[in-house]
């Protein structure tokens, strides 16, 4: 079973970059799928970016698929999101998901079998 835990976030002004990761500890980290979603105040849970077994295949949402980048070290049991050029509509808790056993997860949080408790992104001048 997965544990995952996100760190990274933080205040940022528009224009601004920051990045995000997951340290994952508990099973293979290379058997699972991962992803990042965002929860803003308000609203449903967004899907963000997703990211393959071995990093091959990734896919990030339309409206950040210029600004942001996933990736993920299977040595070191972690992935980050590169964000750049933040928006204050990026502002959310960005949280992190894993797929046991996928080789790529969905788009929706029902694919999704670990979640991580969420780093903060305020972008705001």
Not at 11 to 33: D, H, I, K, N
Not at 36 to 48: D, I, L, S, T
Not at 51 to 73: M, W
Not at 95 to 113: E, H, M, N, P, Q
Request: glycine share 12%; with cysteine.
């Amino acid at each position: 079973q997965a544990q995952l835990v996100e760190s990274g976030g933080g205040l940022v002004q528009p224009g601004g970059s920051l990045r995000l990761s997951c340290e994952a500890s508990g099973g293979t980290f290379s058997r699972y799928a991962m992803a990042w979603f965002r929860r803003a105040p308000g609203k449903e849970r967004e899907f963000v970016a997703r990211i393959s077994q071995t990093g091959s295949i990734t896919d990030v949402v339309g409206s950040a698929k210029d600004r942001f980048t996933i990736s993920r070290d299977n040595a070191k049991n972690t992935m980050h999101l590169q964000m750049d050029r933040l928006k204050p509509e990026d502002t959310a808790d960005y949280l992190c998901a894993a797929a046991a056993d996928s080789v790529i997860g969905g788009t929706t949080f029902r694919s999704y079998d670990y979640w991580g408790r969420g780093t903060q992104v305020t972008v705001s001048s």
